[in-house]
């Protein structure tokens, strides 16, 4: 036979086809978080009328053990089954098919209505369990009997048996579920899809980035990890779990940026700290300026004490002066001269930073070095890598980095600081970054926000991008801020924190609304941390810190809000007010937002609710709470007037409760 | 260094994503008709700011010749190319993508405004060209003279030459265009597909179907192949391209049908032609009663000659006594009692059909023979099959079988008669049928319609899925056409022909508005020509055959109704009244069509035609020509009156013209 290889089996009739969740045919791994439930979908079928089973066995990937649970048929060919991976790791599914000849028979037994049909389905399915006996072990004399039975009646049936009770005898479910254990599946079809499961900070964080070196407690002097130490409670306070912080290695000394991004940097400036890399050591070693490695892990003990997880920054590339430079040359780009081509972008240049040369014939030696960096922090008790530019460094090393480190430690969380085209950012998410930055920082009109939460939260993006959003970054203090009103940067707070399960702000700028740029039309921060200590008046009266404190109080409480599936638009006929609505099905939870986006002007509209999407029913009032002015409004319908004035606040988020219970439910009312 | 293969390279930076045409990426080959460009997209990136060159290279699988062009880039890192595969056959097409270091030495370049700079890039751009001298054959001369030239430049540089003078020398495109042609493609990245290319009568044909044995000149006789040539001037008159005809093979007599599905079969009866085989012969024999071999030889030539191409049915299935039974015992199914199983669907039972087992363990011996049935009519000049009941014999021998006639054969074209359920029609069209039959025989509302044919039109299986669409078929007469309306007999000819670019009737039944159901509620004919001899008065005066024959002459002269892709329905204001237009860019070709769905009643009503779709101006008028009626309105905008009365004509099939030249355009105004 013709354009075959040997080993396929034309008696497989069952298919298996579009099965999810997948990410580009099984190419990339979808991502699920751990103990949620993965939905497995998937269109089984075969020839002809016969019936199918279709299984869906599932494992950590390494695991002896093998989870097989029976599909559910749905109309139209779809087949359901769910799991749930108890912890984080990459996981297998299997979806397997196959013709089911017992099921088959019973289904057309019971169609059967003629005396003699019945008793040749009785004899063939007698046939049938003599066939299985040989596999069913313990369950054999069972099968035996039954067979032996089913021949006695169709003999029986020739002398006048009635049919009904053939029928009962021969589709008795009882012995149906024996035959069940023992299946035939020598011709049976499968595809197999992976799955990334990570744990649950992966899929709901609050980050806040702040740079040790500004914590000090007098102003002009470096901060320590020490000071960063007395620095924990504030964080702590405002409710964010995740602290990153900028690289805290041994900064270069050749041509070191001095204050504003300056090239005539005076002795004592303290540089970039991504230009990693000194005599003193490298990607592997801190800044003495910031303390010591024993520093290092009490900070990470007090952190965790405090309710923070520490995030470092893994920006892979080099001060000109970083010992890999000497150790490594072959790693580097080298010119005609002989010199190490500096990072650039013409016109613009970067004589402090070298990059790696992922062209290098020595890759092999790289990719291994740059992994043990990632370890070595990891050995330090480091599991969160915010991780610089990565759309600069080969895609291939990303997929290799993340998979063989996750193998090891699944528990890592890797954070692409991308901000990039669409299809790059798309493609550093598909290969295994757990979260993605966004461009919710220049998204700031009505309609360009519902466009771009609709593609992250509906898009086919949702099995592998996971959006963490920030509305301003040491690289980004974007145009709308600039204005320093406070209202916009509550709304942008708000937004960030409502629209997206993971979100964070770069601070105390964020809270202390600092908002000059470098110069006119410029995104950078005016004396910018990035180059210089700065200190902060954290007690200033007008700090943002309590909003933001209650907003993240808001996220930890309602489960609606730590997780972006459901994120649903409301209409509202008002340009400058944007609505959306989050609900989680488990716990019941309801949140409904609606933000002022002019941060002068009381703006009023009719907002219009989904019902039928929140389960609210059309002729039940039901109670929004106002979870940052603590009113309670009652409402009926879906139709309802929004008013908000941006000097009080600039959003609702509210709490919808659909169960009125006591009076005490309808405190206020409008 | 773990997790990767030793083949792999890690300086692979390249990727190349999201390739199309392509079907579940990759696992089936997409559909094209030969002549026809094939446009190829794909998403194709970097990391970092290198520039990329594409190429797709394309040839027929086998082919010696492989072609190779740029693609070229759009927004987005989207890239596209075209190539027009010249004659059937499948094709391999091919997307490379990799970094080019020239071109990003260039692009760098004419950003560089610093005389060092330059003069280093100078530097930089030779050493390029030495590198590639080696490869670079008879060029090499001209490049050694460029990298010299550039690296005096670079030295006259340094005494003051000009920046501009330096930076035109080295973007010079003449000799950029040498390098173009010397690339270095050690690092590329590629992503190849499968394309299916059909002759063009497999994207546009028009079908008539009849039966053989019910042409006889005289009623009561069984009409032979040479009855048939006598028909064939009819068929052709009417513009049809292909003449499909049932089975031509020895009916079994065992268990045979008599009129009207009858058990008791007097012995006269001619039996059902799909109960195949009987002692003279099976699947590769005539039945004696239409003629012999050499008839069927000469009515091969005079259907050529007439235009029109006769279609074989495949049914794979015997009669009792089809000599296969006999000789092959293990390609059936059998019963406890020895017998072999009979077709049934609890409680319907078609004893004369006897199915073949696919999962016999001698399926290599059946796929093998089956084939041998298939390879056996085109010896004999057949390449148009119509395949009866697809759906109950396994899906990988259809793959199997398909792929390996087409490979010799790639005319071949293979109509998939499966009426069953989305995903399994889908299956079928997916692993190679070339035409497949659809729901349009049940689909006869408005909204219905329209949802339907723009799901074929423009759904997930545009590139697979090829409809054939018919108003009714030997086990299809539809409730609608049992009223024997004649309105509604025009209607649903003149939507299957203008809505999908292949479709079909079965005639003289269609034509002569046969509507006598079997019974009640029952979609079979009474005295269907299935199970016995019919004789036809052809020459009825309210035969639609003139109807029929200005549609296929319609079709014929139009382009626009030669393909379904441009479909596009437009709002009409009557729920009676269905619009949609059709395009050719090439030619220019617009057709729109308005059907009235009601055959009783005048209905009329206001369309809304997209000018933007039909390249209209909204400023200018047009000319609408029924092609019908030879009727001309000039019409201004979109909006514009519809009124059809059922009793004269229930649809206007408009060629749309969009520049008026002469007065002759305006002859008829409303």
Same mark, same amino acid.
Request: hydrophobic letters at 40%; glycine letters at 6%.
């Given at each position: 036979?013709?354009?075959?290889?040997?080993?396929?089996? %034309? +008696?497989? *009739?069952?298919? =298996?086809? #579009?099965?999810?969740?997948?990410?580009?045919?099984? &190419?990339?791994?979808?991502? $699920?978080?751990?103990?949620?439930?993965?939905?497995?979908?998937?269109?089984?079928?075969?020839?002809?009328?016969?019936?199918?089973?279709?299984?869906?066995?599932?494992?950590?990937?390494?695991?002896?053990?093998?989870?097989?649970?029976?599909?559910?048929?749905?109309?139209?060919?779809?087949?359901?089954?769910?799991?749930?991976?108890?912890?984080? %790791? +990459?996981? *297998?599914?299997? =979806?397997? #098919?196959?013709?089911?000849?017992?099921?088959?028979? &019973?289904?057309?037994?019971? $169609?059967?209505?003629?005396?003699?049909?019945?008793?040749?389905?009785?004899?063939?399915?007698?046939?049938?369990?003599?066939?299985?006996?040989?596999?069913?072990?313990?369950?054999?004399?069972?099968?035996?009997?039954?067979?032996?039975?089913?021949?006695?009646?169709?003999?029986?049936?020739?002398?006048?048996?009635?049919?009904?009770?053939?029928?009962?005898?021969?589709?008795?479910?009882?012995? #149906?579920?024996?035959?069940?254990?023992?299946?035939? &599946?020598?011709?049976?079809?499968?595809?197999?899809?992976?799955?990334?499961?990570?744990?649950?900070?992966?899929?709901?964080?609050?980050?806040?980035?702040l740079f040790p070196r500004s914590t000090a407690a007098e102003?002009?002097h470096h901060g320590t990890f020490r000071d960063l130490e007395q620095r924990l409670?504030?964080?702590?306070?405002?409710?964010?779990?995740?602290l990153y912080l900028p690289p805290i290695h041994p900064i270069g000394r050749?041509?070191?940026?001095?204050?504003?991004?300056?090239?005539?940097?005076?002795?004592?400036?303290v540089g970039?700290p991504?230009a990693i890399g000194a005599a003193e050591g490298g990607h592997k070693h801190i800044l003495a300026a910031l303390g010591s490695m024993q520093d290092f892990h009490r900070l990470l003990a007090a952190a965790s004490k405090a309710?923070l997880e520490i995030a470092l920054d893994l920006a892979?590339?080099?001060a000109?002066d970083h010992p890999?430079?000497?150790?490594?040359?072959?790693?580097?780009?080298?010119?005609?001269?002989?010199?190490?081509?500096?990072?650039?972008?013409?016109?613009?240049?970067?004589?402090?930073?070298?990059?790696?040369?992922?062209?290098?014939?020595?890759?092999?030696?790289?990719?291994?070095?740059?992994?043990s960096v990632v370890d070595f922090w990891i050995a330090q008790g480091v599991r969160i890598f915010?991780?610089?530019?990565?759309?600069?460094?080969?895609?291939?090393?990303?997929?290799?980095?993340?998979?063989?480190?996750?193998?090891?430690?699944?528990?890592?969380?890797?954070?692409?600081?991308?901000?990039?085209?669409?299809?790059?950012?798309?493609?550093?998410?598909?290969?295994?970054?757990?979260?993605?930055?966004?461009?919710?920082?220049?998204?700031?009109?009505?309609?360009?926000?519902?466009?771009?939460?609709?593609?992250?939260?509906?898009?086919?993006?949702?099995?592998?991008?996971?959006?963490?959003?920030?509305?301003?970054?040491?690289?980004?203090?974007?145009?709308?801020?600039?204005?320093?009103?406070?209202?916009?940067?509550?709304?942008?707070?708000?937004?960030?924190?409502?629209?997206?399960?993971?979100?964070?702000?770069?601070?105390?700028?964020?809270?202390?609304?600092?908002?000059?740029?470098?110069?006119?039309?410029?995104?950078?921060?005016?004396?910018?941390?990035?180059?210089?200590l700065?200190?902060?008046?954290?007690?200033?009266?007008?700090?943002?810190?309590?909003?933001?404190?209650?907003?993240?109080?808001?996220?930890?409480?309602?489960?609606?809000?730590?997780?972006?599936?459901?994120?649903?638009?409301?209409?509202?006929?008002?340009?400058?007010?944007?609505?959306?609505?989050?609900?989680?099905?488990?716990?019941?939870?309801?949140?409904?937002?609606?933000?002022?986006?002019?941060?002068?002007?009381?703006?009023?509209?009719?907002?219009?609710?989904?019902?039928?999407?929140?389960?609210?029913?059309?002729?039940?009032?039901?109670?929004?709470?106002?979870?940052?002015?603590?009113?309670?409004?009652?409402?009926?319908?879906?139709?309802?007037?929004?008013?908000?004035?941006?000097?009080?606040?600039?959003?609702?988020?509210?709490?919808?409760?659909?169960?009125?219970?006591?009076?005490?439910?309808?405190?206020?009312?409008?």
């Amino acid at each position: 036979m013709a354009g075959k290889p040997s080993a396929f089996d %034309g +008696r497989i *009739r069952a298919v =298996v086809d #579009a099965v999810l969740p997948e990410v580009d045919a099984g &190419r990339f791994a979808a991502k $699920r978080i751990a103990g949620e439930a993965v939905d497995v979908e998937a269109h089984c079928f075969t020839d002809g009328h016969d019936q199918l089973r279709v299984v869906l066995a599932w494992a950590a990937i390494g695991a002896s053990e093998q989870h097989e649970i029976d599909m559910r048929a749905e109309p139209n060919d779809v087949w359901r089954a769910q799991f749930t991976p108890p912890v984080p %790791g +990459r996981y *297998r599914y299997t =979806v397997t #098919a196959w013709v089911d000849h017992f099921a088959s028979w &019973r289904a057309e037994l019971a $169609r059967r209505d003629e005396a003699d049909d019945v008793r040749t389905a009785l004899q063939l399915g007698a046939a049938m369990l003599d066939a299985l006996v040989s596999r069913a072990g313990s369950d054999a004399p069972m099968l035996m009997e039954w067979a032996t039975l089913l021949r006695a009646s169709a003999a029986d049936g020739a002398t006048g048996m009635d049919i009904a009770a053939m029928k009962a005898l021969a589709l008795d479910p009882a012995r #149906a579920a024996v035959v069940l254990r023992h299946p035939d &599946r020598r011709f049976s079809s499968s595809q197999s899809r992976d799955v990334t499961v990570d744990r649950q900070r992966a899929g709901f964080s609050s980050w806040y980035e702040l740079f040790p070196r500004s914590t000090a407690a007098e102003p002009g002097h470096h901060g320590t990890f020490r000071d960063l130490e007395q620095r924990l409670p504030y964080v702590a306070r405002m409710g964010f779990d995740v602290l990153y912080l900028p690289p805290i290695h041994p900064i270069g000394r050749v041509h070191r940026k001095g204050p504003n991004n300056r090239l005539d940097a005076e002795p004592q400036a303290v540089g970039s700290p991504w230009a990693i890399g000194a005599a003193e050591g490298g990607h592997k070693h801190i800044l003495a300026a910031l303390g010591s490695m024993q520093d290092f892990h009490r900070l990470l003990a007090a952190a965790s004490k405090a309710g923070l997880e520490i995030a470092l920054d893994l920006a892979f590339q080099c001060a000109p002066d970083h010992p890999y430079v000497q150790a490594h040359p072959t790693w580097f780009k080298h010119r005609p001269d002989g010199s190490i081509q500096y990072a650039e972008n013409p016109p613009k240049k970067y004589q402090d930073i070298y990059p790696f040369d992922f062209e290098s014939d020595d890759w092999r030696e790289l990719w291994d070095e740059l992994k043990s960096v990632v370890d070595f922090w990891i050995a330090q008790g480091v599991r969160i890598f915010r991780v610089d530019n990565p759309h600069t460094k080969s895609f291939a090393f990303w997929e290799w980095l993340i998979s063989e480190v996750q193998r090891v430690h699944p528990n890592t969380i890797f954070l692409a600081e991308a901000f990039t085209r669409p299809k790059v950012m798309q493609r550093l998410a598909k290969l295994g970054f757990s979260q993605s930055y966004t461009y919710f920082t220049w998204r700031t009109g009505k309609q360009e926000l519902i466009d771009y939460f609709t593609e992250l939260s509906h898009g086919a993006g949702v099995d592998y991008f996971r959006p963490n959003v920030w509305p301003n970054t040491p690289d980004i203090l974007h145009e709308s801020l600039q204005s320093g009103a406070r209202a916009t940067f509550s709304a942008r707070l708000i937004l960030a924190a409502t629209l997206s399960a993971n979100y964070g702000i770069y601070g105390p700028t964020y809270e202390l609304m600092e908002s000059t740029p470098r110069g006119a039309g410029s995104e950078e921060y005016r004396d910018s941390e990035k180059y210089q200590l700065r200190h902060w008046p954290l007690d200033r009266e007008d700090s943002l810190w309590p909003l933001i404190q209650r907003i993240n109080r808001i996220r930890r409480d309602n489960p609606a809000l730590q997780s972006d599936r459901t994120l649903t638009f409301c209409p509202i006929d008002n340009d400058q007010l944007i609505a959306y609505a989050k609900h989680d099905a488990a716990s019941a939870d309801i949140i409904l937002v609606v933000v002022n986006l002019d941060p002068y002007h009381t703006q009023s509209g009719w907002i219009d609710i989904d019902l039928a999407v929140l389960g609210l029913s059309a002729d039940q009032p039901y109670q929004v709470h106002d979870l940052l002015s603590e009113q309670r409004f009652r409402w009926l319908g879906p139709r309802n007037f929004i008013l908000l004035d941006p000097n009080r606040m600039p959003a609702h988020v509210f709490k919808v409760r659909r169960h009125l219970r006591t009076e005490r439910d309808f405190d206020y009312f409008l």
